[in-house]
């Protein structure tokens, strides 16, 4: 099978010309880049190797039109928010496209252009988008021409949260505090994420509705049980990858442990790339380089916390990606992924 990159060199792109060059079933990479065409992969990309190589045409970047003529069954739009559909426009319903940006997340187009300052780029191709929650969407995605890949805070944030908002009633707002490593923010040149700005340093940004992600989180909750507010917060913290995830609500009811656990493990328990773990609380490193996220929970009262882990660019992006692709073409969902975290 064929599959082509459009945006490599960045985070997500490049963890993705590893993914696939370990792929059983990728025997073709098409690694898009605008910048660099015609340039060595290698040269590039030191770091990469001769299995995922030998699998790029000539070891060579490759140009979106040179893609498209190979007839790639699948394309991944590793691609900034804004600029992705554009580029994905050639290959909508001849291949298979799963797009990393946010272009094709929201459903409703004012909340889109209210988040993001523009009108979405693609609105005819919104309705028909399926959201690429793998656990949640996984028979939708089965037979999906467009899968929007969520973002990292929202995939950590809604896979212990959905659960329990179908199972359990709830009062008030759901607050979520999360950290984040720095390469969710891709490789951008700007001072706050510099290493002498970012090491020993830690910190709030774009809290609440600042941040794009509160709404795509709103959203996936507010298919659950409508009306859910979400109070949000990111926090970066000097890690290069990895995110943890603090999720506090309020029940109608006192729960119990055994409710919650039976509740997470119903949801997940024949999961893959899900783990509950009770009496833990999981930490980023139990996950970092796999495509897993470890749930953990604690009850006061009331006030039940969800702690959630994952790899940011793993589950949060390049490895939920390549999960959703296994779904769609019926291969094992675990081919060419990690279930296990770095000793």
Do not use: W
Request: glycine fraction near 12%; charge should be neutral; proline fraction near 8%.
């Amino acid at each position: 099978m064929k599959a082509a990159i459009l945006g490599t060199t960045g985070y997500t792109g490049l963890l993705l010309l590893r993914l696939l060059g370990s792929h059983p079933e990728i025997r073709r990479i098409l690694p898009v880049s605008s910048s660099r065409p015609g340039q060595p992969v290698g040269a590039s990309d030191p770091a990469l190797g001769a299995q995922a190589l030998e699998k790029i045409p000539g070891g060579l970047f490759c140009t979106a039109a040179e893609a498209e003529a190979e007839k790639p069954e699948v394309v991944f739009a590793a691609l900034p928010h804004l600029a992705s559909a554009g580029a994905c426009g050639p290959f909508f319903g001849a291949s298979v496209v799963i797009d990393l940006s946010a272009d094709f997340r929201l459903k409703d187009p004012g909340v889109f252009q209210a988040a993001y300052g523009q009108k979405p780029p693609r609105p005819d191709l919104l309705a028909g988008a399926v959201f690429g929650l793998a656990e949640v969407y996984r028979e939708r995605i089965k037979t999906a021409g467009l899968i929007a890949n969520p973002g990292c805070y929202p995939t950590a944030s809604l896979l212990p949260l959905l659960p329990v908002l179908r199972a359990l009633p709830i009062r008030g707002p759901v607050i979520i505090n999360a950290l984040s490593g720095i390469s969710g923010a891709g490789k951008k040149v700007a001072e706050n994420y510099l290493f002498g700005r970012r090491a020993e340093n830690c910190g709030p940004y774009s809290p609440g509705r600042l941040h794009r992600h509160t709404v795509e989180i709103e959203q996936e909750a507010s298919l659950v049980r409508p009306g859910t507010a979400i109070l949000f917060t990111p926090h970066l913290v000097p890690l290069h990858r990895g995110m943890a995830v603090t999720t506090v609500l309020e029940t109608e009811e006192p729960t119990t442990a055994g409710r919650v656990e039976e509740i997470l493990t119903q949801a997940y328990g024949g999961e893959p790339f899900v783990r509950v773990r009770p009496g833990v609380l999981p930490e980023s490193g139990d996950v970092k380089f796999s495509n897993r996220c470890d749930i953990g929970f604690h009850i006061e009262g009331r006030h039940l916390y969800l702690f959630s882990v994952i790899d940011n660019l793993m589950k949060g992006a390049s490895g939920q990606a390549v999960q959703n692709m296994n779904i769609r073409f019926g291969f094992p969902e675990t081919l060419g992924l990690e279930q296990s975290g770095a000793i």
